[in-house]
């Protein structure tokens, strides 16, 4: 079956066969479930490709804009004809990436997943086998360059990413050699007040200890330990709260606590007559509307109304999605009259492709029809 919702094209069901689809607007996205023995071929540059528990499939396409990214699936080739920033594949086994020369700086992530090599269409004899829980580029010599990836693809990388951006930053921390701008309310999620004292401790610092140290706050990502444990022990943190605040883990036990309770929420979203406090760096780092928005104002707004059309419950279940990476659903919704409703919201504020929001939903239908059919 193949039917269209909002910006999104399905493509759901399908045992064997070929088909032919064409995105008609490169903001529209594509998403392939359950399907088997199939080959799905996709004309024009489209936004991105989600691929969900297939098996035996060839799936061909021209140009992406986000990347795509592939679960629970088995036995896939992904030709890429044209270019594609980046290839997420998560607990997958057996996956060919073809790609054209075009995808010169394309990465490809991987986690929890067995045989998956990429392989350049003009040099067709040659095969690199990707290794797991590693960020992996090309070379120009056509050789594997693999950096650890320890962090979740969700809101750790969505966080890094805005930490690497250097952009809509409010406070400046300064090392030995190099002064890096960032946002004062992750910084205050992680580690609490930020006094004086604590920057003029960091200046001791070289520029790489103090990286490590901010990429450590904004991702969970431990690049260098000894970098990271010196400058914590000094600030207050003992070893034991060090490890219970590194990797995603780490992180996300942070964030959740300052969603639910924070004196550093310094941003108001606007439902109608209800008020929801947050963390601009949240935002922004979640949500490429918010991002793009902040960018091109000058003078930074502590609130702002809502202008989605979305319904509340909807947004609520967005927003403690940007701290947490789960959608909880809770007897406050009615799973059919969210649902397509969170598919829209997921468009509108343009969720980047580190997110796994739309794989969680379709979790939930899951859930939601097997429950309706023992009823």
């Known amino acids: 079956m193949i039917h269209t919702n909002y910006r999104r094209i399905f493509v759901e069901g399908f045992k064997k066969g070929e088909r032919v689809i064409d995105t008609e ?6 998403q392939v479930s359950k399907c088997s023995n199939f080959k799905l071929t996709i004309n024009e540059k489209f936004s991105n490709l989600l691929i969900l528990s297939c ?8 140009n992406l804009i986000a990347g795509c990214e592939m679960v629970n699936c088995k036995n896939l080739i992904i030709k890429i004809t044209g270019y594609s920033p980046n290839v997420v594949v998560d607990l997958c086994e057996g996956v060919l990436i073809q790609i054209s020369n075009k995808c010169e700086n394309i990465q ?4 929890k997943t067995s045989n998956i090599c990429v392989q350049k269409y003009e040099q067709s004899s040659l095969k690199l086998y990707i290794p797991v829980r590693f960020m992996s580029k090309i070379s120009k010599e056509n050789k594997l360059i693999n950096t650890p990836c320890d962090i979740a693809r ?34 205050q999620i992680r580690l609490g007040k930020i006094d004086e004292q604590t920057l003029l401790f960091l200046e001791r610092f070289h520029s790489s200890n103090v990286d490590s140290f901010l990429k450590w706050v904004y991702s969970g990502l431990v690049t260098n330990i000894n970098h990271i444990t010196e400058i914590l022990n000094q600030i207050g943190f003992s070893e034991e709260q060090i490890k219970e605040k590194t990797g995603n883990e780490g992180l996300i036990k942070d964030l959740k606590r300052d969603w639910v309770n924070s004196e550093f929420k310094n941003f108001t979203l606007k439902l109608g007559n209800e008020e929801i406090k947050c963390h601009k760096g949240i935002l922004i780092a979640r949500s490429k509307l918010y991002f793009n928005m902040f960018l091109s104002i000058n003078d930074q707004p502590t609130e702002i109304s809502d202008y989605s059309g979305r319904n509340k419950k909807s947004i609520k279940i967005l927003l403690e999605y940007f701290y947490t990476d789960l959608i909880t659903q809770d007897g406050d919704w009615n799973f059919d009259e969210v649902y397509d409703d ?16 739309e794989y969680q939903l379709e979790l939930l239908k899951e859930e939601h029809e097997k429950k309706s059919k023992k009823k």
Do not use: W
């Open 154 to 187: 969700g809101v750790g990388q969505d966080l890094l990413d805005l930490y690497t951006s250097q952009e809509i930053t409010d406070m400046e921390v300064s090392s030995m050699d190099k002064t890096f701008k960032v946002h004062s309310d992750i910084l």
């Open 55 to 62: 098996s035996d499939c060839t799936i061909e396409l021209s």
């Open 25 to 30: 607007k490169p903001r529209n996205s594509v």
């Open 108 to 111: 490809i992530y991987t986690s």
């Open 342 to 357: 969170l598919y829209d919201a997921s468009d509108f504020f343009q969720l980047s492709i580190n997110s796994n929001f």
